[in-house]
């Protein structure tokens, strides 16, 4: 059972254009949301987060929006740039299960073309 | 301050074989996590621990052992290697804060390759 889901493998935007990468989420007791960036051959760094007391939530170039009822969040980067070329992931939590696990989805692969 | 390390980065394992996979931290965190990527299947919690001593099953815990006998190091063992464990697994920690949710910290990966 699936908790997150990144429903698109993979995404390919031109540089300068905004990149949009969705997850959507089962669980209605996630309330903590999280990005992460993957290069190859190296383990997931943060990127931002937003609590369900929020919907949007923004750091520089990215913005995340989570939409509660519809279960939905979204990462938005703009402007894009070739160096954001890499895969993401989207993470949930919830506190009531005290905060200890993050589930993960299952990545999107994002191409920034020149 | 190195944060999470993981040894090996890569090994080569014949069915049946066992092995134990390393990963220490150095910055006091409470939480430590293992999980597995498989191609396009996102990443999957093996085992996790709240604390020296204290280790719980993730999703996919069937086939793993882990301890906890000190907070910095959460070694992953296996005990009869099988090819479905071929797969890159990560090392993660996180800082306990009470009730508020704090980011990960993962390890740079050790691929695995079981024939």
């Known amino acids: 059972d699936q908790q997150v889901k990144q429903n698109s493998p993979s995404l390919s935007v031109q540089e300068g254009r905004i990149s949009i990468l969705n997850c959507d989420y089962t669980?209605?007791?996630?309330?903590?949301f999280l990005w992460y960036k993957k290069y190859p051959a190296e383990g997931p760094t943060f990127l931002i987060s937003?609590?369900?007391?929020?919907d949007k939530n923004e750091d520089g170039r990215f913005t995340v929006f989570l939409n509660k009822s519809a279960k939905h969040l979204s990462l938005h980067i703009v402007p894009s740039q070739p160096g954001d070329s890499a895969v993401y992931f989207c993470?949930?939590?919830?506190?009531?299960?005290?905060?200890?696990?993050?589930?993960f989805g299952q990545g999107t692969r994002l191409t920034i073309n020149p | 301050n190195a944060g999470v390390t993981q040894t090996p980065k890569f090994r080569i394992l014949k069915i049946g074989q066992s092995m134990t996979l390393q990963c220490t931290q150095d910055?006091?965190?409470?939480?430590m996590y293992w999980y597995r990527q498989d191609p396009g299947m996102g990443l999957k919690l093996i085992y996790y621990?709240?604390?020296?001593?204290?280790?719980d099953k993730g999703e996919v815990p069937n086939g793993y052992n882990v301890s906890r006998s000190t907070t910095e190091d959460f070694p992953l063992r296996l005990e009869l290697a099988a090819p479905s464990q071929t797969s890159v697994y990560f090392c993660?920690?996180?800082?306990?804060?009470?009730?508020?949710?704090?980011?990960?910290?993962f390890g740079q990966g050790t691929r695995l390759t079981v024939v």
């Open positions: 993660a920690s996180r800082p306990w804060t009470g009730m508020a949710v704090t980011e990960a910290f």
């Open positions: 669980n209605s007791m996630f309330d903590y």
């Open positions: 937003i609590s369900s007391i929020k």
């Open positions: 993470a949930a939590s919830a506190r009531s299960e005290g905060a200890q696990k993050l589930v």
């Open positions: 910055m006091n965190h409470n939480y």
């Open positions: 621990s709240v604390g020296a001593g204290i280790t």
